[in-house]
């Protein structure tokens, strides 16, 4: 923890009607790192990185940017501060080619006109650096692969020199080789120096790239994992509240079994 | 038995032994990063040209070939059944005749390119003429002026329709629908008691059709900007590729393109000479066309177009203002229609009533479709316009000189139009199996 948080969440809560969808969240993002976020269905990832991503203005709670407090209520602000986020549905058109795709309402021109050789060149030292490889990159996104989109839209998200990348569900729909190949991505981005947030359900996804997990549980924090110190089953237990139900809640009453368990979280 | 046990033994043998070579193989691509076999990269030179145009043929991307073919067809028939066909006052005439609808096709073509359809570019072409006529010829309004009003007239409609269609969210089909019969009942009222209002004599509208650049040199000068125009454009992209290490096109290639570009110019330079000489009305419409082109493919607001045409709510997200996109879009549509109803207007001799109603409308949306540009989004090209729109004329020109009545020209349109969309949903369909939109 020597490292100061590029990214800090303190106290976040929000509420959609009736509905309190994160109450009192803490969230620190460290630089170089890859952090997961997981939960149940319902647990308030989506909405905690809404939040991060200007889409649904925190109600209460105070968001730190490298150390200073900062407002986020749009996306534009997000985006300016260098907060890149990269949905589940990818946001790309299928029609555009590859470097469009990457520069999309970003584009490097004269006047209005476009520069596509200088934005093609950015486009092929991109994603040489990050070792991605796809058939060419003057050919329309729909010809690619799932896990060749993928890749496209997290380059996409690095155009503007991003601190912090979120990504949601990267792997969902991917098969095994796809999945390894995003995999290797997130570590990429790691060593560049970038914070990545990573929205997973797929808990071997996250034991191989993640350094630390952070567990939502009802729109609560349920505690930060080391990834290298935690077993699978403990993160399991958070997720699902396996260490705090009746059964777990009647132990600590009757015995000590549960608060062990309360110790080692 | 015994044999049958023996072969079932055999290819059980065999398949492991299959299969661990196919696997590795499998395992390969991903350990050595050199370079991976599956990707399909266009090899340098002429060699690799042909290859990736072979490869385009075959996943369904036929771009303008059909079109191409199709023109090359219409004219062998009809010049086999009349020799006048391919003369140089026929050619001549079909030139003019395919500005007005052509330049109406074109703001078609960049309301398909926004996966939409306008339906009211007849009845605004009708009320641009009406406007004008109105204005210059029974108020005594300067004709220039009057001219400008008209194609304004067009533009403040156009922008009408893309106000509601995006703004308000009622679908364009009916925004279009309501403005097609709304519109001709404007056109309609402002020719008043009149029924037609002619052109008269050296007025601009009469000069937009009529004008023909007599000397020959106008049509072989053309020529020769254009084609230089075209082969300097190819060779500094190809060098300023070279210079940022780049792929570029081979000079084989640029050669060809040159070469093909050259004929086409020359051959219709000297056709045009041996007639009238140049047309100003084919004039206009190649720098409509070469203007729309350079904006749809080489601005950010052509790339704006095509993404709002393939994923609004991508291009939302990356900070395009999709509204603006397409409320500007039908307000191109609406001024190239009216535009393009002047050049009607040019033809006819005057404004009427109904210029532009009838199959003005179906004619110029086919023009569109028949050239290649889709009517789901996102996939087209400006010059769609010109072919399409010189199908459907050579059509009409070819089955005039044979005296055919008019009932025939709409079935035969008809049947080409069902055709070129039969081709665009036939190659869709292989693109999808080829992994292409």
Redesign the interface.
Known sequence: MAKEAVLALRGISKRFGAVQALTDVDLEVLPGEVIALVGDNGAGKSTLVKTIAGVHPIDDGTIEWQGGPVAINRPHDAQDLGIATVYQDLALCDNLDVVANLFLGNEARHAAVLDEIAMEKRAMELLDTLSIRIPSVRIPVASLSGGQRQVVAIARALIGDPKVVILDEPTAALGVEQTAQVLDLVERLRERGLAVILISHNMADVQAVADRVAVLRLGRNNGVFDVATTSHEEVIAAITGASDNAVTRRQARTGTAGLEKEAAK | MSDTVDKERGTETANPEGAAPADGDAVAP?AA?VV?P?????EQGFAGYLTDFKRRVRGGELGSLPVILGLIIIAVIFQSLNENFLSAGSVSDIGVYIAGTGIMATGIVFVLLLGEIDLSVGSVAGVGAAVWAVLSVTNGVNDWLSVVIAIFAGLVIGTLHGFFFARVGVPAFVVTLAGFLGWSGLQIWLMGSEGSINTPEGSVVEDLTGYYFEDIAAAYGLAVVSVLAYAAALLV?AK??RA???PSRPVSEIVVRTAVMAVVAFVAAYVLNQSRGLPLALVIFLAVLVIADFAVR????G?QI??V???A???R????NVEWVRISVFGIAGMLAAFGGLFIASLSGGATKSLGAGNTLMNVIAAAVIGGTSLF???GKIWSALLGILVIQSIQQGLNLLGMASEIQYMITGAVLLAAVVIDSVSRRTQKT????
């Open positions: 991903g990063p991976d599956r990707l399909l990269v266009r992209d300023r590729r940022a290490r780049l080489r601005t950010t607001y790339r095509f993404a045409g393939g994923n709510e991508a291009a997200r990356a900070g395009i989004g996102g996939r080829a992994g292409r939109t």
